[in-house]
């Protein structure tokens, strides 16, 4: 009996660490986020007001790549991983662009979460991921067919990633994950002793 992929989903997975001017790169991004935790009233605000655990942009800066260089530099990085990534999954774009409307950072402070969600109005969605120290969430991602499933029985704890319900991806500083924007995802509890600090990102198609 033989058996093949359907209607795969992909999870796309690179890291800048071995870019020139990776280290001076990351570093400036580490500032640039805690400056902005530090600084942004307006951003600290949303946060206590929604529960926030750390420090997030989402809600209150649009303009990171202009604001400051190190997320420009990132920017014109994440473009081209953008742009591979269409060409991955097969997308017609017919003569129009994928481009980047949003850019945010997040700093998830010692056992902090972001719950299930996914990331509406846009194409392709991910994360460059700042500091990852010892104990930092992994990022979970869910089967988008798991609302379908309620009378399946659950999976080998041995069977391929790619039948797993979940999938648990662990990044590094300078790794980049891209994804379809409507797979469900979540970060579960930060159990580092420190922050950890991620630059989020969405693609729309104009
Ligand atoms: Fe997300």
Redo the contacts with the bound molecule.
Sequence with gaps: MTSRALFVTRLFETSLAADKGFAALNADLADACRMLADEDQAGRRWCKANAYPGYTSYASLDDLPTRVTAFSDLKRRLDKLAAAFAAEVAFDLKGRRLVMDSLWVNVLKPGGT?TS???PHSVI?G?YYVATPPGASALKLEDPRLPMMMAAPGRHAEAPEDLQTFVYVAPAPGTVLLWESWLR???PANGARSDRISV?FNYAWK
């Design positions: 972001h969600h996914i990331h969605s994360t995802h979540e970060v989020s």
